[in-house]
Nanobody, 121 residues
């Protein structure tokens, strides 16, 4: 089993920046991809960004150029730096981990508890 513990999040004004981090523990050898999903009220959960153990990032179209995902394999931690935040970025952000790039999109096995990000206009 893998446990994911998130930190960061909070309230920020439009145009501001915020950072999230997620530390994995347990059977971390089974993790190949880590990433972040978000879910706004009344909307489906969407993939924001993901990164492989080799450092290859993937971003959702709505955050490209504004968000940066990074990973420290030694610490089993993934980070999400969010710049130029918009009210549309308001959501609960969930850390996710999977054994393959396909599964991070289709069959996430491990989830964090979620952290609220609120962007005020």
């Amino acid at each position: 089993q893998v446990q994911l513990v998130e930190s960061g999040g909070g309230l920020v004004q439009t145009g501001g920046t915020l950072g999230l981090s997620c530390a994995a523990s347990g059977s971390t050898a089974s993790i190949y991809v880590m990433g972040w999903y978000r879910q706004a009220p009344g909307k489906q959960r969407e993939l924001v960004a993901a990164i492989t153990s080799g450092g290859t990032p993937n971003y959702g179209n709505s955050v490209k150029g504004r968000f940066t995902i990074s990973r420290d394999n030694a610490k089993n931690t993934v980070y999400l730096q969010m710049n130029s935040l918009k009210p549309a970025d308001t959501a609960v952000y969930y850390c996710a981990a999977a054994s393959s790039l396909v599964r991070i999109y289709t069959d996430v096995r491990y989830w964090g508890q979620g952290t609220q990000v609120t962007v005020s206009s």
